[in-house]
């Protein structure tokens, strides 16, 4: 058995893929390793012979505390002292066999699907923008008085905040990074959101007057909001591909519509409710603010296996 493990090494040493059938996390602290076929428990089972690090930070060692195998001896569980940060790919290399034979390395990472739901649950729940980063407060507080008017500034929130994310990623990959224009990027992503609001305006001006009107100036504040500015700024420093981006638009401008609604659903209640005299209107509104923020930390450390 142990001289088919060699034979199998050799091969994944010139081919890469032979030896590592799949890769995967699981639980917090692990990560699962399928073999193309059974191994002897020897050199790859031993957790010294595992050096793991995650790719953005190759400085820090994670250390392998225990390798449990299943029993066809197709699957090792490698186990780590804390949690792994499941966001980020992770590089396992594998020391040779022998003395002078090149160690194996491979890649750990979540499937793109999971990468992408990931970066959406992100901005909706696990880093609100409303109540983990507190933008976009000023149209937040303006607008969540009523539950009707709430959905409608979500809904051309979000609608906005897609479209303009959109232009501003082909805008900054195929003409800002080729000609190095990225010292522009505030000035440029300001103005493709303002032709966004734009074209919002004139639309909801002859669709839906009554909304239109029910919005008033919080409109027009959209423009210079720090969330539709915050995510072409993200996307820009993350380096995020095109359906990257927009689950982070997608998801934020959802976010913001979800602290909308429930801010709205919770004011409609504080009109009926006996409130002190000095706390009516804006201050109790901060203080519900405060408990939605306090609410929404419970997400803190949630990702998508």
Request: hydrophobic share 50%; charged share 10%; with cysteine.
């Amino acid at each position: 058995m142990l001289a088919l493990v060699s034979a199998l090494w050799a091969v994944n040493t010139v081919a890469g893929t032979n030896l590592i059938a799949n890769t995967a996390f699981g639980e917090g602290n692990e990560i699962v390793l399928t073999f193309a076929q059974p191994l002897a428990e020897g050199h790859l089972l031993e957790p010294g012979s595992y050096t793991v690090y995650e790719e953005s930070d190759p400085d820090i060692r994670l250390q392998v505390t225990n390798i449990k195998v299943s029993p066809d001896e197709t699957t090792a569980k490698l186990t780590f002292i804390e949690p792994l940060n499941q966001s980020q790919p992770h590089i396992i290399t594998v020391a040779g066999m022998t003395s002078g034979e090149s160690p194996l390395s491979f890649t750990v990472k979540k499937s793109y699907l999971g990468y992408l739901l990931t970066i959406l649950i992100t901005a909706l729940l696990i880093k609100n923008f409303v109540f983990t980063k507190y933008l976009g407060l000023c149209v937040f507080m303006g607008t969540s008085k009523k539950k009707e008017t709430a959905k409608g500034m979500g809904i051309v929130f979000t609608a906005v905040m897609v479209m303009s994310t959109a232009m501003s990623w082909l805008f900054y990959t195929y003409f800002m990074v080729p000609y190095n224009l990225t010292f522009l990027q505030v000035v440029v992503f300001i103005g493709l959101v303002s032709l966004s609001v734009q074209a919002m305006d004139t639309v909801l001006r002859k669709v839906n007057p009554f909304l239109f009107a029910s919005f008033g100036i919080y409109l027009v504040l959209i423009t210079t909001n720090c969330v539709v500015i915050a995510v072409p700024l993200m996307l820009a420093k993350e380096g995020y591909g095109f359906w990257e981006a927009m689950m982070l638009a997608l998801g934020a401008g959802s976010g913001f519509l979800l602290a909308l609604y429930l801010m709205a659903s919770v004011r409609e209640r504080l009109d009926l409710a006996q409130v002190p005299e000095s706390f009516k209107g804006l201050p109790v509104a901060f203080l519900v603010a405060g408990q939605f923020g306090l609410a929404f930390l419970g997400f803190s450390g949630m990702t998508i296996s």
